[in-house]
Antibody, heavy 123, light 110 residues
């Protein structure tokens, strides 16, 4: 059974770079059929897609966040990562990693999801 | 502000049916498939419906999806207390080049 697990700091200071990792078990991120994504949810608010990556390096970013984002994949560790830079309090959220089932934007869905990690940006 | 609009809340008695609408436009729902997610407080979302109306095998047939034009609908029949959760729609917006989630709907069982 495919499982995803996020890891990273619970607290970061404004202007710093956040480093989040999603470890994948029960399957490989080197699958030809799937992509891998990050979604976040500020406390008490809705969901926002952040970025998606294919294991060979193709990347897709939310245009509103793209200038501050780097998403990468490490096939040797079967994990993928997200690094938002210059964070502000507005980046405080639960960050989820999830499998993008097809990578074809017109007909994809996210399943399964990791349990999420709360990241607070505060001085 | 999401480009996909959902009612903030819907409610019904146990055993009844609720429907949740997701209203978009020709640049998102009108062109691409919709998926639906259920989220309990403090938990990660789980997919209920994908490709407008298909259900993962683990999802009971009380949950259904449909789409017409630029709107999609999630239906829940035989409402149970365990269905109390937040529900979100998701699709791709070709104009914004972004996956967009709906504003979310809280389902309450009276």
């Amino acid at each position: 059974q495919l499982q995803l697990q996020e890891s990273g700091p619970g607290l970061v200071r404004p202007s710093e770079t956040l480093s989040l990792t999603c470890n994948v078990s029960g399957g490989t991120i080197s699958s030809n059929d799937h992509y891998w994504g990050w979604i976040r949810q500020p406390p008490g608010k809705g969901l926002e897609w952040i970025a998606t990556i294919y294991y060979i390096g193709s990347t897709f970013y939310n245009p509103s966040l793209q200038s501050r984002l780097t998403i990468s994949a490490d096939t040797s560790k079967n994990q993928f990562s997200l690094r938002p830079s210059s964070v502000t309090e507005a980046d405080t959220a639960v960050y989820y990693c999830a499998r993008d089932s097809t990578g074809m934007a017109a007909n994809t869905w996210f399943d399964p999801w990791g349990p999420g990690i709360l990241v607070t940006v505060s001085s | 502000q999401s480009v996909l609009t959902q009612p903030p809340s819907v409610s019904a008695a146990p055993g009844q049916k609720v429907t949740i609408s997701c209203s978009g436009s020709s640049s998102n729902i009108g062109k691409n498939y919709v998926s639906w997610y259920q989220q309990f407080p403090g938990r990660a979302p789980k997919v209920l419906i994908y490709n407008d109306n298909e259900r993962p095998s683990r999802i009971p047939d009380r949950f259904s999806g449909s789409k017409s034009g630029t709107s999609a609908t999630l239906g829940i029949t035989g409402l149970q207390s365990g269905d109390e959760a937040d529900y979100y729609c998701l699709t791709w917006d070709v104009s914004l080049s972004v996956y967009v989630f709906g504003t979310g709907t809280k389902v309450s069982v009276l």
